[in-house]
C-alpha cells in the first residue's frame, strides 16, 4: 500500500517562496512516476512537477523556471521548492505516485486512471496578491 503525506504548506505573498515535502512509503515497484499535482478553486486538476525512477524531471508551462522537484531517496521524501510564487498558484496541492515510467508528465499525473496509484491528502498554498 502507497502511502503520501504532505507538508509545509501554508500563506505566502506574491514573490515568496515555499517548500512543499511528501513523505513517501510502500512503493516496491521497479519503476514509477512521482510528482505533484494541484487543484485551485473552481479548477481542474492541474500536474505541476514529476520525477521518475529514471531521475527525468518535467515540468508543466506555468511552474517552468519557477518550481523545482526533486527527492531525497534516503529519507524518501519529495521536494517541491516553489519560487516567485503568483497567486494563481494558490491551491491543493497534492502528492501523487503511479506505477510505470510511460507517460511520466504533469499533464499525464494529474487524472486519474486505472494503474496502479495513490494520492496524498493535499495541502493548501496561498499567495496573496
Known amino acids: 500500500q502507497v502511502q503520501l503525506v504532505e507538508s509545509g504548506g501554508g500563506s505566502v505573498q506574491s514573490g515568496g517562496s515555499l517548500r512543499l515535502s511528501c513523505v513517501a512509503s510502500?512503493?516496491?515497484?521497479?519503476?514509477?512516476?512521482l510528482g505533484w499535482v494541484r487543484q485551485a478553486p473552481g479548477k481542474e486538476r492541474e500536474g505541476v512537477a514529476v520525477i521518475g525512477t529514471d531521475d527525468d524531471t518535467r515540468y508543466a508551462a506555468s511552474v517552468k523556471c519557477r518550481f523545482t522537484i526533486s527527492r531525497d531517496n534516503i529519507n524518501n521524501t519529495l521536494y517541491l521548492q516553489m519560487n516567485n510564487l503568483k497567486p494563481d498558484d494558490t491551491g491543493t496541492y497534492f502528492c501523487r505516485w503511479r506505477v510505470g515510467l510511460a507517460g511520466c508528465t504533469p499533464e499525464r499525473l494529474g487524472p486519474d486512471n486505472n494503474l496502479p496509484n495513490a494520492w496524498g491528502p493535499g495541502i493548501q498554498v496561498a499567495v496573496s496578491s
Open positions: 510502500g512503493f516496491w515497484y521497479s519503476s514509477y512516476c
